[in-house]
């Protein structure tokens, strides 16, 4: 059970191989041209696959490394650093490098997105609890709202600590710690001179190169509110990172009203959007995280408006009437 809704609460993107080619392959028992492994972390299923290697032990490593992370970004463990900072009560706590990194780029995006974005979002975020199905009191996200600014961040490079300057602000990266872990990921398996890989965790989509075949990644992507697995396009990469946001993802209904996990900053309510799903292609996975977020709370006309200003990202929007709109 628990398994099923942690499948359905993920961004779903199906991968599609070139299924003959790799049958042809698996029956190459000595030399296995590809090793694949999936388990949870963060509740979500990651998925690594290595092409043309045998390295087990790189394959395992590159979990540990995303269980390391998880252990520094979540919310809810409570030794982790996010955590500390969260219970500060306003005073410096000294993080490691990646937290501090981190940090700083999911700053970036909450000022390039005007506050669209906004890493301090937990008092709001777990406001909402969408295991109870239950609209929080107008009052409590009223005050929950007025501790969410990430300007109440300060970052010290020179000591590598982090302050909340209103200690009752709180730190969520769970709209961008995924890219930013699948990147390092990625980093790690080419330092470990793996030539070809995907890595999906929990839908942020990353490869490292083509195929060995020559192929390009082809990625489906779900269509919303449909059942599991029913896609909507599909979208060739190579070398890239493909990241789906939905408002299909989490949600619950109350009188007849449709509430989703992506919250608006300024109103404390999951946003208004006329978007079901924003795609994001580019380069690194912690850019089309934030940015596949930023797009749904944007809708279309911002979104594209958004992304045709920034170089080297295309993304699909899929709006409220299933129309596919791509922007280079
Ligand atoms: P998912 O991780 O579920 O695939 P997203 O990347 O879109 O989807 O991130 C959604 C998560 O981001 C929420 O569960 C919450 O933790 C956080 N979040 C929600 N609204 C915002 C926001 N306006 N700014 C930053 N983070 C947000
Ligand atoms: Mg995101």
């Known amino acids: 059970m628990k398994l099923k809704r942690i499948i359905l609460f993920t961004t779903i993107i199906f991968i599609f191989t070139i299924n003959s080619q790799i049958i042809n392959q698996n029956n190459n028992i000595k030399n296995p041209p590809y090793i694949s492994k999936s388990e949870f972390v963060f509740d979500t299923l990651v998925s690594i696959t290595l092409y043309n290697s045998s390295n087990e032990k790189v394959l395992d ?26 219970n500060s009560h306003g005073q410096p706590t000294k993080v490691s490098t990646p937290t501090l990194e981190l940090l700083d780029t999911a700053i970036y995006y909450s000022v390039i997105s005007n506050g669209a ?13 969408f295991k109870k199905h239950i609209v929080p009191d107008p009052i409590d996200i009223q005050s929950a709202s007025q501790n969410v600014n990430y300007k109440n961040i ?10 909340l300057s209103n200690p009752d602000t709180q730190i969520d ?35 490292i190169n083509n195929k060995p075949n020559g192929h390009n990644f ?7 509110f449909a059942k599991l697995g ?6 060739q990469i190579s070398d890239k990172s493909l990241v789906t946001s939905g408002i ?33 292609i580019s380069k690194d996975s912690v850019a089309g995280d934030a940015l596949s977020t930023i797009c ?21 929007f899929i709006d409220d009437n299933f129309n596919i709109i791509y922007v280079d």
């Not at 699948?182 to 990353?206: P, R, T």
């Not at 082809?218 to 919303?224: N, Y």
């Not at 029913?230 to 979208?235: G, N, R």
């Not at 709370?297 to 920034?310: C, T, V």
């Open 154 to 163: 300060q970052l010290n490079f020179l000591d590598n600590t982090v302050t």
């Open 218 to 224: 082809v990625i489906g992507i779900q269509k919303p």
């Open 296 to 316: 749904l709370i944007k809708g279309l006309d911002e979104g594209i408006a958004f992304i045709k200003s920034l170089d080297d990202i295309s993304a699909i």
């Open 173 to 207: 990266l769970g709209g961008i710690a995924k890219g930013f872990i699948a990147d390092q990921v990625k980093e790690f398996l080419l330092k470990n001179k793996i030539e070809h890989a995907l890595i999906n965790l929990g839908g942020n989509v990353l490869t």
């Open 117 to 129: 974005f906004d890493v301090t979002i937990e008092p709001l975020s777990s406001l909402w609890n």
């Open 230 to 235: 029913e896609i909507i396009t599909t979208h």
């Open 61 to 86: 490593q590159a979990f540990d490394l995303c269980q390391e992370y998880e252990n520094k970004f979540s919310k809810t463990i409570p030794s982790s650093e996010i955590s500390i900072i969260n």
């Open 248 to 280: 299909y993802e989490r949600y619950f209904e109350n009188n007849g009203q449709l509430y989703h996990h992506i919250i608006d900053p300024k109103t404390g309510y999951p946003c208004e959007t006329d978007l079901y799903g924003v795609t994001i």
